[in-house]
């Protein structure tokens, strides 16, 4: 497995796989499939505000991604960032997420950033364990803030302060 930047073709591939996450699961709030083309526009937005975005990649297939993006839009803000990661469905428990993480993570603390915030739909044990194996701490839990699948979700949210 590789760890590169993401690349405007892959697009497709990240699409695909965050619809399924769209489609199956409350990791995120999302109701409606993207295509490619707005994958493309918000992996672009992203890099043109200078936040970063990996793929894993094995043979030619993503098998997963993690990327930084706007934590707020106040200008306030500018020196937090969230970050997500999401992976390829049957691939869990590979340590994906956590190669991902830790390339993630690395390129943050080279950047102007001193808080990485994540959010977590809830419950969540995989991405609570990824996270905290992160040193990030649980610092919010706001209660049925999301509503999907015909239920009411929890978020929590978790943050690490970079030192330099």
Sequence with gaps: MNIRPAL???ASSIAEIYNHHIATSHATFEIDP???GEMLRRMEAGWAAGYPFFVCEEIGEIL???YGHQFRPRRAYVHSVEVSVYIKP???GRGIGTMLYE???SDLKKGNFHAIVAGISLPNDASVK???KFDMQKVAHFHEVGRKFDR???V???ELILTK
Excluded: R
């Design 64 to 66: 997963g991604y993690a």
């Design 90 to 92: 049957g691939l869990e």
């Design 130 to 132: 990824l996270h905290e």
């Design 152 to 154: 009411w979700i929890d």
């Design 103 to 105: 390339t993630l993570f």
């Design 8 to 10: 405007s073709a892959d």
């Design 156 to 158: 929590g949210y978790w």
């Design 34 to 36: 993207i295509d490619s």
